[in-house]
């Protein structure tokens, strides 16, 4: 069961912001994916020297490490990896693991809301096959709690979480404010995770089975920095592309070396001249930026050490993602 892969306590132990107890209606976000490297000081290493993240640490649970990578929206991109021979696969690590041969790449992302109970049960109307709820990590004080799909209903797996009110478990003493806040600030000024790009040969099936699940208003996109077209998902204030390859870019290098995945994310920037600063030192080239999705942007070369893309752009004004995608 793909849940296996996503509830284990270790798995989840990032955490998030505090919900917002001004926000008058319930808002469904992207919360994190989970992006596993060929071990786990590689993926810490390029994450740090070469990209310029803080890196937060996790846990070691049975062979397989996790550490997080946290942005002051909220959201977070988790880190995973091997760290002893002869390590314990549950079956989702298992499964991920054969289909990235062991190697890095990413193929679950999350959905967040604090209205988990009424998408769960539109989502069973739907006659989805969700799962039952699960929580941790300690059942006397959870501090999330999600659901999942037994039978994934897009190109990439998927579930939907929550989190309890001051659940800050990277932190020693959560009452910290200036702790917290420090902890989600970069060298390279990322601020916030705008976009999770799913790649896959079929976008407009996903396209429609993210409408059926109540994500519409797709705006049709092309990526031609990686060779992709597709659609722009509104989810709250992130967006969701569903993608597939257009011509002899790196989408179909990467849909016929390891099949649908997550092709990559879009992560905003204070000053997108610090990034591209800290990329081409970290990768010791120069870098051309270009007119992207949300304004002017810069693709990290990260493919190879990491199986996933990273933009990097300016940060966005408010408003719908997808409303604004520039044309």
Known sequence: MRLILLVSAWFLCAGAAQASTSTPEPITR??????????????????????GFQVRPGHDPAGVANRYIRFSDSSFMELL?????????????????????????SRSFGFRSSSLDAIHR???????????????????????????????PLSSNTFFIDYAANYAPD?????KADDYRVTREHPNGARELSSIW???????????????????????VT???????????????????????????????VMTSG??????????????????????????????TYHGLFGESLLAPTQDDLGLSIEFHAMRKSGSPCSTVSK
């Open 30 to 51: 992207l919360d994190h994916i989970l992006l596993w490297g060929r071990s786990i000081d590689q993926v810490t290493s390029i994450m740090s020297v070469k990209l």
């Open 81 to 105: 990896g091997v760290a002893q021979p002869n390590p314990t696969f549950d079956p989702g690590m298992q499964e991920d693991q054969q289909v990235l041969k062991g190697g890095p790449g």
């Open 122 to 152: 539109s989502l069973q109307a739907l006659h989805y096959a969700v799962t039952p709820f699960f929580s941790g990590p300690d059942s006397a004080k959870p501090g999330w709690r999600l659901f999942a799909f037994d039978r994934a």
């Open 171 to 175: 932190q020693f003493d959560p009452t």
């Open 198 to 220: 799913l790649v896959s040969g079929d976008a407009e099936a996903d396209r429609a089975q993210l409408e059926k699940m109540g994500f519409g208003h797709a705006v049709p």
């Open 223 to 253: 990526l031609p920095e990686v060779g992709a077209k597709g659609f722009c998902v509104p989810v709250g204030p992130t967006a969701l592309l569903a993608l597939q390859p257009d011509g002899d870019g790196m989408a179909k290098q």
């Open 259 to 288: 099949g649908p995945r997550i092709l990559g994310v879009s992560l905003g920037v204070v000053d997108l001249g610090r990034a591209q600063r800290w990329v081409e030192r970290g990768y010791e080239r120069r870098l051309v």
